[in-house]
């Protein structure tokens, strides 16, 4: 299809350029013209979508975006800035990267899995190389956990094999059935090939609820001492985050190898949102949608959102994934 669009532009092309060109030399000409955008990797990359992203990754670009668009993460900020830009740079990685971030609904996780995948490829998360599953809706029904791995392990190996720097994003791994997860721990293991095909390039993302409740407790034993959340360092959740995982019989990692392999580089914790950062959430979405920042409505959305726990109200139950929707009640024509 990509490759028709091309065509079709040179096609529309060609006659102004060759119109007292007879028909035949006209075909010949335009399949030495087609033979020739095929041959060349770089001009064929100019009209479709490439493995290899158009332009290299840059850190500058990431960061601008997880300063700009992502609130009250301080910690999955700097790791996700430091593991995916030094992960891309590096020519000859030892194992995929493999990230998990976890955290109450609305705090980012999907928000900072389509900035990852909009900084390696230009089409993000419509991207060809970029591969969504969400357990509730790809895996559904226990009784077929079998049929499952079978296909998860056959899309995950044809994917790579057309692009090393494939991505993939496993949301609701809190939902996913116990054991389906392990059918991929061969692909992210430290194996140069495995039946001809390397998989060090590629990118997993993992997204969960798990694990929420415990960084919750540590934020709020912070805010209870007085101390900044910013004080908070990875070290105070990251081995607590792995362990919750694990045990957590409702999570996909239950007993995972993945986790007891020492698969997954890094657990990524998403801390709860205060009413400051839903406040900064609804002005960048005010700007998205072309509007001018109305303080008042500012305020009024974020105060009609609940808070917990119910005497302190400190953080958003919802982070900021409602917010959206309560704008449209100011902004509908």
């Known amino acids: 299809m990509k490759l028709g669009r091309a065509a079709l532009g040179l096609l529309l092309l060609a006659p102004l350029a060759v119109r007292a060109v007879e028909p035949i030399s006209l075909g010949l000409a335009l399949a030495g013209v087609l033979t020739g955008y095929i041959s060349y990797p770089r001009l064929y990359c100019l009209f479709a979508e490439c493995c290899?992203?158009?332009?290299?990754?840059?850190?500058?670009?990431l960061q601008k975006d997880l300063d700009s668009k992502l609130f009250g993460q301080h910690l999955a900020k700097k790791v996700i800035l430091n593991a995916v830009s030094g992960f891309i740079s590096n020519p000859k990685p030892k194992k995929?990267?493999?990230?998990?971030?976890?955290?109450?609904?609305?705090?980012?996780?999907?928000?900072?899995?389509?900035?990852?995948?909009?900084?390696?490829?230009?089409?993000?998360?419509?991207s060809d190389?970029?591969?969504?599953?969400?357990?509730?809706?790809?895996?559904?029904?226990?009784?077929?956990?079998?049929?499952?791995?079978?296909?998860?392990?056959?899309?995950i190996r044809g994917n790579v094999s057309a692009c090393a720097r494939s991505i993939f994003i496993f949301?609701?791994?809190?939902?996913?059935?116990?054991?389906?997860?392990?059918?991929?721990?061969?692909?992210?293991?430290?194996?140069?090939?495995?039946?001809?095909?390397?998989?060090?390039?590629?990118?997993?993302?993992?997204?969960?609820?798990?694990?929420?409740?415990?960084?919750?407790?540590?934020?709020?034993?912070?805010?209870?001492?007085?101390?900044?959340?910013?004080?908070?360092?990875?070290?105070?959740?990251?081995?607590?985050?792995?362990?919750?995982?694990?045990?957590?019989?409702?999570?996909?990692?239950?007993?995972?190898?993945?986790?007891?392999?020492?698969?997954?580089?890094?657990?990524?914790?998403?801390?709860?949102?205060?009413?400051?950062?839903?406040?900064?959430?609804?002005?960048?979405?005010?700007?998205?949608?072309?509007?001018?920042?109305?303080?008042?409505?500012?305020?009024r959305v974020a105060e009609e959102m609940t808070f917990f726990p119910k005497e302190e109200r400190v953080f958003s139950d919802k982070g900021c994934k409602t917010v959206f929707t309560k704008l449209d009640y100011y902004y509908d024509d």
Request: with cysteine; aromatic share 12%; proline share 3%.
């Open 52 to 61: 290899s992203p158009k332009r290299s990754l840059s850190r500058e670009a």
């Open 96 to 126: 995929p990267l493999t990230l998990s971030l976890h955290g109450w609904t609305g705090t980012g996780k999907n928000f900072v899995s389509k900035i990852i995948a909009e900084n390696i490829y230009e089409g993000g998360l419509n």
């Open 129 to 155: 190389y970029v591969h969504l599953f969400v357990a509730t809706l790809h895996f559904p029904h226990i009784s077929n956990i079998t049929l499952y791995k079978d296909q998860l392990q056959s899309w």
């Open 171 to 299: 949301d609701e791994m809190d939902k996913m059935h116990a054991g389906l997860i392990d059918a991929i721990k061969p692909y992210l293991d430290y194996y140069d090939n495995l039946d001809g095909v390397s998989y060090q390039k590629a990118v997993f993302i993992f997204l969960s609820n798990a694990g929420a409740e415990r960084i919750t407790d540590v934020a709020l034993d912070f805010w209870r001492s007085g101390k900044q959340r910013e004080e908070i360092k990875l070290k105070d959740m990251e081995h607590a985050l792995s362990v919750s995982a694990f045990n957590n019989k409702n999570s996909g990692f239950w007993h995972s190898s993945l986790i007891d392999r020492n698969l997954i580089d890094y657990f990524v914790p998403f801390l709860p949102l205060e009413y400051k950062h839903l406040k900064m959430c609804i002005r960048v979405e005010m700007q998205s949608r072309g509007y001018e920042v109305d303080e008042d409505i500012v305020s």
